[in-house]
């Protein structure tokens, strides 16, 4: 049971409570995603299976995008719906002041964290001093904005507007607290209201299982019913370069020996990590080049 399995989480459960069924159904116990997602959020939600899990660590730099409901006139405390709301007394915010506001928040930016999150701080959860009524003061990290298009603007109620917006930003990057600086720049107030996944790293929403569809295969044919659905395990690591192994120089690689493949290191970077790969193409593992041979970092289960 090794593989890629792209769920398309729902509103409600935790990506905890999501990974728990999914063991269940596959009966396998290694799982691993990429990139928790709140429980009131729904998107993708890529989990890794069994020897896949060792290559977790390769997409958690992978860019996200969202499509976010922007709702203004009120903060929030949590940044999000389910936090209290504070109306704001003052002008309403704008679809042209909006649009405005919202190319400010193009490229690099230093962003500070809601304080209802799973940052650490002291070897603490932010959000559990908060619920605590402590202080929580969370420094800014630097994240990247790529795009943000502001698909629909709802006016129904000039006192509290409410925007769709898609946005695309690196990994790290705090959809909440994009919604409650916004909010703020424009004087507004704004909190999140909805929020989807509709891309994480190369792993799209259209090609996610939803979780009726898991339950489904799983009631038709057991743990291969889920076993039909994986993608190979280095699915979405198509832009690291591949190096053929023979069995003997995989055999070596298992063991943590240098090797020297047969077919040369041609087009493999200095720097970057590689794939080691089969006769058939298939991954075995990952390395790094020291020269003319390859140090193996990672080796996946035979």
């Not at 389910?82 to 506001?101: K, N, V, Y």
């Not at 994240?143 to 769709?164: F, M």
């Not at 891309?199 to 898991?214: I, N, Q, T, Y």
């Not at 889920?226 to 190979?232: G, N, R, T, V």
Request: charged share 20%.
């Amino acid at each position: 049971m090794h593989g890629v399995l792209v769920v398309a989480k729902p509103t409600g459960p935790t990506s905890h409570d999501v990974v728990a069924l999914v063991r269940r159904l596959a009966s396998t116990r290694r799982i691993g995603h990429g990139g928790t997602l709140d429980p009131f959020a729904s998107g993708v939600l890529p989990l890794f299976l069994g020897g896949a899990t060792r290559l977790v660590e390769y997409h958690l730099a992978d860019d996200k995008a969202y499509r976010a409901t922007i709702c203004f006139g009120a903060t929030s405390t949590t940044d999000d719906l389910d936090g209290e709301l504070t109306p704001i007394d003052a002008p309403a915010a704008t679809r042209e002041a909006a649009l405005s506001a919202l190319e400010g928040f193009l490229g690099p930016q230093e962003q500070r964290p809601p304080v209802y999150s799973a940052v650490q701080v002291g070897g603490r959860r932010a959000y559990a001093m908060a619920r605590a009524g402590e202080a929580v003061d969370l420094p800014t990290r630097n994240v990247q904005i790529h795009s943000l298009d502001l698909l629909e603007w709802d006016g129904t109620d000039p006192r509290r507007p409410i925007a769709i917006v898609d946005v695309r930003c690196s990994a790290g990057t705090y959809v909440r607290a994009l919604a409650r600086d916004l909010g703020a720049r424009l004087g507004s107030g704004a909190y999140l209201g909805a929020l989807v996944r509709t891309a994480s790293g190369p792993f799209s929403l259209e090609g996610a299982r939803s979780l009726d569809e898991l339950r489904d295969a799983a009631a038709a044919a057991g743990p291969d019913g889920i076993l039909a659905l994986l993608l190979p395990s280095d699915t979405g690591l198509d832009a690291l370069a591949a190096v053929p192994l023979t069995e003997p120089e995989i055999a070596d690689a298992l063991q943590g020996r240098f090797v020297r493949p047969a077919g040369g290191l041609h087009g493999a970077p200095d720097d970057a990590p590689l794939r080691l790969v089969n006769a058939e193409g298939l991954i075995v593992g990952m390395g790094r080049r020291d020269g003319g041979r390859i140090a193996p970092t990672k080796m996946l289960p035979r």
